[in-house]
Nanobody
Framework: QVQLVESGGGLVQAGGSLRLSCTAS????????MGWYRQSPGNQREMVAK??????PDYAYTVKGRFTISRDNEKTVYLQMNSLKPEDTAVYYC?????????WGQGTQVTVSS
């Protein structure tokens, strides 16, 4: 089993920045993908950004140029969010995918006020 713990959410004004962190523990393999997804009320969970073990990133078009995903190693991933917009308001979930398994964190609330 793998456990994911997120931190860094909060309330920020439009145009501001936040940095999310996620640390994995347990049976983490050396090769995996880690990423961030978000879900707002009434909407499906959507991919925000993800990154491979070798550091190759992929972004949703809605955040490209504003958000940056990075990772220290196979267990820690970050999401730097700049130029935040009210539509970025959501619960952000950390994800780790390895082999054929997917693991999720408990989620952290990000609220952007206009």
């Amino acid at each position: 089993q793998v456990q994911l713990v997120e931190s860094g959410g909060g309330l920020v004004q439009a145009g501001g920045s936040l940095r999310l962190s996620c640390t994995a523990s347990g049976r983490v393999f050396s090769i995996n993908d880690m990423g961030w997804y978000r879900q707002s009320p009434g909407n499906q969970r959507e991919m925000v950004a993800k990154i491979t073990t070798t550091g190759f990133p992929d972004y949703a078009y809605t955040v490209k140029g504003r958000f940056t995903i990075s990772r220290d190693n196979e267990k820690t991933v970050y999401l730097q969010m700049n130029s935040l917009k009210p539509e970025d308001t959501a619960v952000y979930y950390c994800n780790l995918a390895q082999e054929r398994d997917n693991y999720w964190g408990q989620g952290t609330q990000v609220t952007v006020s206009s």
